[in-house]
């Protein structure tokens, strides 16, 4: 048996599965995005501390592709920075 993926890695793989809200969120704490509940609608915002802006994310299951893609890119930007720091 295979071992098994980084939550992150399997976003990237797989971006049209059935993600939920539990997964963006345990994607987020992995990686170190915060993950704003919402305060009178139904839409998360994370958010780097690394980066400029937010993604919003509807809480509606499932999630559509395009915001899974769009979180992987965020979390690859947000890293990509938290490396470049380590190196230097």
């Given at each position: 048996?295979?071992?098994k993926?980084?939550?992150?890695?399997?976003?990237?793989?797989?971006?049209?599965?059935d993600?939920?809200?539990?997964?963006?969120?345990?994607?987020c704490?992995?990686?170190g995005?915060?993950?704003?509940?919402p305060?009178?609608?139904?839409?998360?915002?994370?958010?780097?501390?690394?980066?400029?802006?937010?993604?919003?994310?509807?809480?509606?299951?499932?999630i559509?592709?395009?915001y899974?893609r769009q979180?992987v890119n965020?979390i690859?930007?947000?890293?990509?920075?938290?490396r470049?720091?380590?190196?230097?």
């Amino acid at each position: 048996m295979a071992p098994k993926l980084p939550m992150l890695d399997q976003m990237r793989a797989n971006p049209r599965a059935d993600w939920d809200i539990n997964h963006v969120r345990t994607c987020c704490e992995q990686n170190g995005i915060d993950l704003i509940p919402p305060t009178g609608g139904s839409h998360y915002k994370a958010k780097s501390p690394l980066l400029h802006g937010h993604l919003t994310v509807p809480a509606r299951r499932p999630i559509k592709a395009i915001y899974i893609r769009q979180l992987v890119n965020m979390i690859d930007a947000h890293l990509t920075i938290v490396r470049g720091k380590k190196d230097s």
